[in-house]
């Protein structure tokens, strides 16, 4: 399996048989067009930050939010469905806009002045269910209210009152491009080969854990409109950094923002910044992971027009088989961990 996976993606999916992704797969089609997708046939990989205290989780989470299409276009890496072009660079985050707009999106109550625990738990309150646990049994409770659980009025267990494994479960229900538990969780990237598998927490980190970079950042994002941050999320996974912003494009943000997350790894002090080094060819360039791919299905390599690249999956490989098989090991293991959906999950 290691051998045939080295060189893309195998078409076709692994299903998990389990009673929560039972209930996730009857209900998606209820709510968007492309939720059986997202879970089959996606795979990111996803970052996890800590934060200090109420006040540093709210300027983090709105850092983060706000850069977050900038993620999604540095690790674009799903232009390719059964086979072929399907006019995205990342398949994978387009996916997520039509899945279930109840419990995904940009959340832009986190950039209101009241934001913080509160508001996201009212938030979560409102994000129907998926299932209650019991017995050792997923019951479904598709499309109902946490709020009535709280009040014993959930219809699926009548008067029954919630636990707090019952609201834990429920906040691993909601899928916004960052999510907030215990920790902040970056969502926007698309999975690929072990460089960028490890570029990915180095530039977040840069950008987060360095006081200096995340004010940077805050002051650059101030004064993005919250129509600003929803079109560069509706459009990137299409356009990638070469997407239209203010007078200039999203790449030209990007090389800024890179700046910030190298100088903060070198404040940091811990010789982290050479894991940046397969972004900055990124921003160097313009050209996004995807865009390499293309270029290659288009003239210079005809053996990617397998149909081993098959699916939007965001794990479709890199830029010359050479570089595949000497990072198949770690994207493998990565893959173990990181797909988005359930289809994937026992490679």
């Known amino acids: ?120 738990v009212d938030y979560a309150l409102d994000v129907p269910m998926y299932f209650v646990y019991r017995k050792k049994k997923y019951i479904d409770c598709t499309g109902m209210s946490f709020r009535d659980f709280l009040a014993g009025r959930l219809p699926c267990i009548p008067g029954e009152l919630p636990t707090l494994n019952d609201w834990e479960n429920h906040l691993t229900t909601i899928f916004p491009e960052v999510r907030l538990k215990r920790y902040l969780e ?14 990915l927490p180095a530039f977040w980190v840069g950008l987060l854990y360095d006081e200096d970079s995340l004010q940077s950042v805050l002051d650059m994002t101030a004064d993005w409109t919250s129509e600003e941050r929803q079109m560069l999320r509706n459009k990137v996974p299409r356009t990638g950094l070469k997407t239209p912003f203010r007078d200039g494009l999203l790449r030209h943000v990007a090389e800024e923002v890179l700046k910030l997350a190298k100088d903060g790894l070198e404040r940091r002090g811990f010789k982290e910044v050479a894991f940046l080094n397969a972004v900055a060819e990124v921003v160097s360039t313009g050209i996004t992971p995807a865009e390499q791919l293309l270029e290659l299905y288009h003239g210079k390599a005809p053996l990617l027009r397998s149909p081993l690249i098959s699916a939007p999956c965001g794990c479709q490989q890199g830029i010359d088989l050479e570089e595949v098989m000497s990072s198949a090991p770690g994207w493998i293991e990565s893959c173990e961990i990181a797909v988005e959906g359930t289809g994937n999950r026992n490679i």
């Open 186 to 199: 970056m969502r926007g990237a698309d999975g690929g080969p072990w460089r960028r598998l490890c570029a």
């Open 1 to 120: 399996m290691r051998t045939a996976l080295s060189i893309g993606f195998i078409k076709g999916s692994f299903p998990i048989y389990h009673g929560r992704y039972d209930i996730m797969r009857n209900y998606m089609p209820k709510v968007g067009s492309l939720g059986l997708d997202m879970m089959f046939r996606t795979c990111t990989v996803q970052v996890n930050l800590d934060f200090s205290s109420e006040a540093d989780m709210i300027r983090k989470f709105r850092a983060s939010l706000a850069l977050q299409p900038i993620a999604t276009a540095l690790f674009a890496n799903s232009p390719f469905t059964d086979g072929k072009p399907n006019g995205y660079l990342s398949m994978r985050s387009h996916i997520w806009t039509d899945t279930d707009n109840n419990r995904a999106g940009m959340l832009p109550f986190v950039f209101d002045d009241t934001f913080g625990f509160e508001q996201y």
